[in-house]
Every structure is written in C-alpha cells, then in structure tokens.
C-alpha cells in the first residue's frame, strides 16, 4: 500500500500544487529581494548617463579640485569644494553631538535601565526618529539659531553650518542609540557574569567587556548615522541656506551638496541644461563618498568581529 501512493492520482496532483505553490513563493521572495539591487543599478546608471554629459562639458580636475561653486551665476565655475567642504562639515558636527549622546542612551538602556524605564525612553527615541525632517529643520531655523546660537557665538546669522549640524546630531541620535544598544544587547550574558565572578565592578563590565565585544556593531551605527548625515537635505536647506561658500568656520552659512540639488531640482535650472546635468555630477559624487564609507565600515565590521 505505502508503495501504491506515489500512484495514486490524489497524492499526484496534490504533489504537482504544492510544487507550483513553492515555486510560486520562490519567484515571488526572489522578486522582493532584487528590488533592491535593481534600484540601485537603475540610480547608479542614470547618475552615470547624466554625469557623463557633463563631465564631457566640465573637467573632472576642475570639478574635483576647484574651490569656486557659481553654476546659476556668469561666469560658471564649476569646483565642487564649496559643497563638499559644507557637506564635511555639517555632518561631522552632526557626529559629534550624535556619536556620545546615541551611546550614552545605548549604555544605559542595555545595561542600567530597568524594563518599566526602558520601554518609555525607547518611545522617545522612536518619537524623534519619525518627526519629519522639515520640521527639524524650521526647529533650527526659529528656535536653535537665534535663541541658542546668535546670544552666545560672536559672528553667527541665523544661517549657519553650526545650526545645520547641531540639527541633524540630534536628528540621527535614535540611529546610534537603538543600533548600538542591539549590538550590546546581543552579547552574552555569560561574558557579563565571567567578569562579576572575577570582581570586576558594573562600570568595568560595561566599558572592558560589553563595548568590545559590540564594538563592530557600534561602528557600523556610527558609519551609518554619519551616511544618513551627509544626505540630509530638507534641514540643510532651510537652516543652512544656499549660499554657496567655501569655508570650514561653521559659523558661516553654506550650502551642502544635498541643499544645491534640492535647490536645483525644484526649477532654478531648465532641464536639460548644463546647471541642470551638474546635480547629477554631485549627486554622483556624494554617491561614491557614501559608498567609500560603507565599504571601510564593512572591512572594520569585519575585521573587529567577536564571533560567540
């Protein structure tokens, strides 16, 4: 009888559904996960078609190297230092305010926070994590230039690098918080107790044993926030303004690479034209600088992985 089943019509044509069924399921799931890669290969094409028919205007050394930024203006100069030096800028700021906060939060909510603490202060974090990027970037605009920034730094306008950073720190403060507290949070228990069983004191345990061992997490939050930064556009915008100025004081307002395409994009070139094909150029550019950053955060990922 067991051997007669394989024969039997039912179990055939049940057979033949739930093969048609997995092959189905497997076409689809395949489907989903090659949106991605196709996304990226049809945006990383069409920078490089655009770029291409400007670059066969501009030259590459000039745009890499030089320091004057006046593509709307006569005569058009097309260095792309100014945009990229207020790009560094805004988003190391950003860095520095995000970095010690987001790991500060992280610390206490893995190690020191209480289950009725830590929920309320992950709501929080998740709070700032979803207000919009506009409103973050009027909160600068109206709040942190003239009521933090103007009485206490001698040379500041209401556009400022400074505002920019300070805005997007706290912008991607949840990145680094909730990254690294799940890097921290994934390690061992038994690490924790081995070194109680040797003495070692709560704060020793958090500082020589918990941040090693989720250290290439914690780093991969880091590289990912300081991405997340130089692409922000909407706060760099308003707060920032869009004058182009190649300085590295941050008091001065200056416009990001993400600022000049917005600007752009919305009308103040025609189409077609080479101040319209230089977005793509930029665009490019901030595309290869992210990537870079990517590609170095995967290396020390790995090369700073502890495997348990």
Do not use: C
Not at 10 to 20: A, D, E, G, S, T
């Amino acid at each position: 009888m067991s051997s007669n089943i394989f024969f039997d019509p039912v179990f055939l044509k049940n057979l033949r559904r739930r093969q048609i069924k997995t092959t189905l399921v497997n076409i689809l799931l395949l489907a989903a996960s090659s949106i991605s890669f196709i996304s990226i290969v049809v945006i990383v094409g069409s920078l490089v078609l655009e770029s291409s028919i400007f670059f066969g205007q501009v030259s590459i050394t000039e745009f890499i190297t030089g320091t004057e930024w006046t593509v709307l203006f006569t005569p058009k100069k097309f260095g792309v230092q100014p945009l990229l030096v207020a790009t560094a800028i805004t988003s190391l700021i950003a860095l520095a305010v995000a970095m010690p906060v987001g790991l500060a939060v992280a610390i206490y909510l893995s190690e020191y926070a209480s289950n009725r603490a830590r929920k309320p202060i992950k709501s929080v974090i998740e709070v700032l994590a979803g207000i919009p990027t506009v409103v973050y970037g009027y909160f600068a605009l109206y709040f942190i230039s003239p009521n933090l920034l103007m009485p206490l730094i001698e040379g500041i306008g209401v556009h400022s690098a400074l505002a920019v950073g300070l805005t997007i720190g706290v912008l991607i403060i949840p990145i680094v918080a909730s990254l690294s507290e799940d890097a921290m949070y994934s390690v061992p228990e038994d690490f924790r107790q081995a070194a109680y069983s040797l003495g070692a004191r709560k704060l020793d345990v958090v500082f020589r044993v918990v941040l090693p061992a989720a250290l290439s997490g914690i780093f991969a939050s880091i590289i990912l926030a300081f991405t997340r930064a130089m692409g922000e556009t909407m706060i760099a915008a308003i707060a920032g303004g869009f004058r182009v100025y190649y300085s590295w004081d941050p008091r001065e307002a200056m416009q990001t690479m993400t600022a000049f395409i917005a600007q752009v994009a919305t009308g103040d070139a025609p189409h077609g034209t080479i101040e319209y094909q230089s977005i793509f150029a930029v665009g490019l550019l901030l595309f290869l600088v992210t990537m870079a950053f990517n590609i170095v955060a995967l290396y020390i990922v790995k090369r700073w992985q502890v495997r348990y």
